[in-house]
């Protein structure tokens, strides 16, 4: 079959063998061919157009339709959006089908390691191995490769909140908050992919108008090229966002209309990040990556006990930091030295965790912090969510990524893996 692109230029031809004439009479010609007689020495008249279309009619062409290039809504089907949230870390890929529908039902979760070096730090190093490894991801979990919304996290994504005042035109607000952009995150506007949202207007004392400007701004680079990888493995991107975003939204309760009296503060604690997201009950206000995971703690043992990655990361599954009980094949000594090195770590977890924190609430408008939500594999520590508390000093519990939705029969998952599995379930999650 000759591409859509090419027209047919072929006539058509009689079929089967043509009879002999009977002798004495004209021939035929063939239809497609302009007859021409000579009786009385006269050209017979020129057929009109209507008798032309009779005799050869055309057959009409149906233009194919144009494919967009890419989904502007997610897919539908039976009345249920549906959303496969896709969540890339450093060491695995993480999907989540999501059907939204008044109620929201998990339908289907997948997990896959992904090979070491292909994202470092959020950054996205090797293109090509991350769109072969999400092609196999998706034909071996058999995951809808349309409406898919994928999540990222980098410390080169910045999230502010500010007040722009007497603006009333869309388009001058548009630029005033492009102009803003430029002075309140390090990130040349150029070079940057840039999206705001207003949260809410009022008018002072001095009948001015003033808005309240949520602003997030990443690097182009960056989107782009998680885009390329996405786009090369076939998969349709109904959007992207921000993992905080999606984090609030698995472990937080629907947006309110009204800002909260204490803000909703999360932690997703991945392979070698964490991110941390504080919401007022409406919107993310604050999110932060910190350079600290569930690889900080393997190396902080390794390097305790003198052993490699993968025996340090059993004994850290095997250790509580809330009593001194001794795992099998350990020693005393050695569950002693690994439970103070995790300690000594996570001492370091809590003050960066402290200082994120004050940093958010040295922000005009900033709610008082009421407690702590954590998730992620690592979160599953026995005793770390209390040692948290004792350090931070507020409330800390561990999250369920399973509070807000349904599951469906047969979508099964452990603790270790729906913690990890948090973010993808939010990246579904449509409000």
Not at 106 to 133: C, F, H, T, Y
Not at 199 to 204: G, S
Not at 286 to 315: H, K, P, S
């Amino acid at each position: 079959m000759s591409s859509f692109l090419k027209k047919e230029l072929s006539l058509p031809r009689p079929k089967g063998k043509s009879k002999p004439e009977p002798e004495g009479e004209q021939k035929k010609a063939p239809f497609w061919k302009k007859e021409i007689s000579l009786g009385r020495g006269e050209r017979a008249p020129k057929p009109t157009r209507a008798e032309r279309k009779a005799a050869a009619p055309r057959e009409k062409k149906e233009k194919p339709e144009k494919q967009p290039k890419a989904p502007k809504a997610p897919r539908v089907r039976h009345g249920k959006t549906t959303i496969v949230g896709l969540k890339i870390g450093a060491s695995q890929i993480a999907a989540a089908r999501v059907a939204n529908n008044g109620s929201v039902e998990l339908l289907q979760v997948a997990r896959q390691p992904l090979e070491p070096g292909v994202v470092v730090g959020g950054e996205l190093q090797d293109a090509a191995a991350l769109s072969a490894a999400l092609k196999s991801f998706f034909r071996k979990n058999k995951l809808p490769k349309r409406g898919v919304r994928l999540g990222i996290a980098n410390n080169r994504i910045g999230v502010r909140i500010f007040e722009l005042e007497g603006i009333d035109d869309p388009k001058q607000l548009a630029n005033a908050v492009r102009f803003r952009a430029q002075e309140v995150l390090p990130i040349p506007v150029d070079e940057a992919v840039l999206d705001y949202r207003v949260l809410d207007e009022r008018t002072d004392e001095n009948g001015v108008n003033v808005r309240r400007v949520l602003l997030v701004v990443a690097y182009r680079d960056l989107i782009e090229r998680y885009v390329d990888a996405c786009r090369k493995a076939g998969l349709r991107l109904v959007g992207i966002d921000l993992e905080a975003f999606a984090l609030l939204r698995a472990l937080g309760a629907p947006p309110q209309e009204e800002r909260a009296e204490a803000a909703t503060v999360a932690v997703s604690v991945g392979h070698d990040r964490s991110t941390l997201a504080v919401s007022d009950g409406r919107v993310c206000e604050f999110t932060r990556v910190l350079n600290w995971g569930g690889a900080t703690v393997d190396a902080t043992v390794a390097e305790a006990l003198q052993v490699e990655l993968a025996e340090a990361e059993a004994v850290k599954r095997a250790l509580s930091l809330g009593d001194d009980a001794v795992p099998e094949g350990l020693s005393e000594e050695q569950a002693s030295d690994a439970r103070e090195a995790i300690r000594r770590t996570v001492w370091a977890f809590a003050r960066e965790l402290v200082s994120s924190l004050q940093f958010y609430q040295s922000q005009p408008g900033s709610l008082e912090i009421a407690g702590l939500t954590v998730t992620g594999g690592s979160a599953h520590l026995p005793g770390l969510a209390e040692e948290l508390a004792t350090l931070i000093g507020v409330p800390v519990s561990v999250g369920d990524p399973l509070a807000r939705v349904t599951v469906r029969e047969g979508v099964g998952a452990d603790e270790h893996e729906v913690g990890s599995l948090a973010v993808a379930i939010g990246l579904g999650i449509e409000d």
